[in-house]
């Protein structure tokens, strides 16, 4: 079955990327215009397959055109570069809100107690489901690749997460010494946001990257993308290691 999948991937990654397609992405994704030629086409191998794969829902009224397909996909394969990639196993689809939409919300507070009722959302991930998106903060975001703000970045990172040692992070979780590596930077830089956080103290990453380690890692993941050479400087330790998981170095683009 796997060998199957293979041959069907490579023969769609093989196929003429459509003009349309890539105006979209040089329009509406800006950081695609810096990567260099090769990793520009293997991004477009990329896009093929995911597109070939995943299927995208519009919600609260809104209608699925290529524009938001192609610009949420190339934002989602910019991840996959240079890696072993199974394209996102657990994610069958892609819903889409033309604006931040109303979502029911638990929170785990200290004290035990559980509370429940809705926050304003621009994205979510759910684990072994689908990603969501307001299409309003898709644009936003991608438009504007200095700003560390990402929602596409920024959820599909927790689908890597989700998939934990999957042939999606074999790289870094074949090696048990690299592994320690990682978890010892991860947690210490995420430890130190936790507190400046509480202490009221100005922070370089989003203190939204406070709210637990899955946050944490998505938050740094955009900051890795878009602000990288003032990641690098103000978290050393933390880009070394995300350089390493995405086989990238954006600092150097």
């Not at 695609?32 to 477009?44: H, I, S, T």
């Not at 209608?63 to 934002?75: F, G, K, N, S, W």
């Not at 999957?166 to 990682?182: C, G, H, K, L, Y």
Request: proline share 5%; with cysteine; charged share 25%.
């Amino acid at each position: 079955m796997f060998g199957f999948k293979k041959w069907k991937r490579q023969r769609v990654s093989q196929k003429a990327f459509p003009e349309q397609w890539l105006k979209i992405i040089e329009q509406n994704v800006p950081l695609y215009k810096k990567f260099p030629a090769a990793d520009q086409k293997e991004l477009q191998r990329h896009i093929l397959v995911f597109m070939s794969e995943k299927r995208f829902e519009g919600c609260g009224g809104l209608e699925i055109t290529d524009e938001i397909r192609i610009t949420i996909a190339a934002q989602a394969c910019i991840l996959l570069l240079h890696r072993k990639t199974d394209y996102y196993p657990g994610l069958p689809s892609i819903l889409v809100y033309p604006h931040a939409y109303v979502a029911p919300m638990t929170e785990h507070l200290p004290d035990g107690v559980v509370a429940e009722g809705f926050a304003v959302h621009a994205g979510e991930s759910w684990h072994r489901g689908s990603v969501v998106l307001s299409w309003e903060d898709v644009k936003d975001g991608a438009a504007d690749f200095h700003d560390g703000y990402n929602v596409v970045l920024h959820e599909f990172a927790h689908q890597l997460d989700d998939a934990g040692a999957s042939v999606e992070n074999a790289s870094v979780f074949q090696d048990s010494s690299r592994f320690t590596a990682w978890a010892r930077v991860f947690q210490k830089d995420y430890e130190k946001l936790r507190q400046d956080v509480s202490q009221d103290r100005d922070t370089f990453l989003d203190d939204y990257g406070a709210t637990d380690p899955m946050e944490f890692f998505a938050v740094a993941t955009e900051y890795f993308f878009e602000l990288p050479r003032e990641l690098r400087q103000h978290h050393p330790d933390l880009y070394r290691e995300l350089k390493f998981f995405y086989q990238q170095d954006p600092a150097e683009l």
